[in-house]
């Protein structure tokens, strides 16, 4: 069975400052790591998926995120943050070889102060 | 692409009636999924469904819950008897079939549930 643990609910950043949120996972098989973001009264919108390959993935609205296998880890960057990134951010993993359900983190909150 | 469509939006109803909910997934997408998203939670996965058949269900989705996918595009979600417990966020998400690779999973903006 997978799980997924994102280490801080909530992240205060002022705007234009960088920003990490991170994400721990773990599982005894090959997985599919996602971040997603969800505005508020909204569903989930994709930002990023490590599926193999290379370890910095970029994604939509200037986030990164890593996959550091051997620290189980895939935590989310932004060099430089707007008002408009204040959103629940949450880090997923989904089994690589069904690649079916997604199991999600708790979320983070973003919130952006100017 | 219209992208995934729940409706309602949102559902208020009392104690112990039966609720239905509708998504309308991607039109080229086989499958289909529900998770439910409780206050301050990640969404929960429930079940899914390949084209009609229904692969996989969750401990969660008690013998109240009923999904079904009749034709392989639209499902609907059924909850007898409702319980205070199942106030939740109700989401649906669709994608392509996982051949290698899978499609993400496109979600819709959900269906709030309310229980009086």
């Known amino acids: 069975a997978q799980s997924v643990t994102q280490l801080d609910s909530q992240v205060p950043v002022f705007e234009e400052a960088p920003v990490e949120l991170r994400c721990n996972y773990s599982s005894s098989v090959s997985v599919y790591l996602f971040w997603y973001v969800q505005y508020p009264n909204q569903g989930l919108q994709l930002l990023l998926k490590y599926l193999s390959g290379s370890t910095l993935v970029k994604g939509i609205n200037g986030f990164e995120a890593e996959f550091n296998k051997s620290q189980t880890s895939f935590h989310l960057r932004k060099p430089s943050v707007h008002i408009s990134d204040t959103a629940e951010y949450f880090c997923a993993v989904s089994e690589a070889s069904s690649a079916s359900k997604i199991i999600f983190g708790s979320g983070t909150r973003l919130s952006i102060r100017p | 692409d219209t992208g995934v469509s729940q409706d309602p939006r949102h559902k208020i109803t009392k104690r112990g009636q039966n609720v239905t909910f509708r998504c309308d997934p991607i039109?080229?997408?086989?499958?289909l999924y529900w998770y439910r998203q409780t206050l301050g939670q990640g969404p929960e996965f429930l079940t899914y469904?390949?084209?009609?058949?229904?692969?996989?269900k969750s401990r969660l989705l008690s013998d109240r819950f009923s999904a079904e996918r009749p034709k392989g595009s639209f499902s609907t979600l059924e909850i007898q008897r409702t319980e205070q417990g199942d106030s939740a966020m109700y989401l649906c998400a669709s994608s392509p079939s996982a051949i290698g690779a899978p499609g993400p999973q496109h979600f819709g903006d959900g269906t709030r549930l309310s229980i009086l």
């Open positions: 039109s080229e997408h086989n499958r």
């Open positions: 469904f390949q084209n009609e058949a229904q692969l996989e």
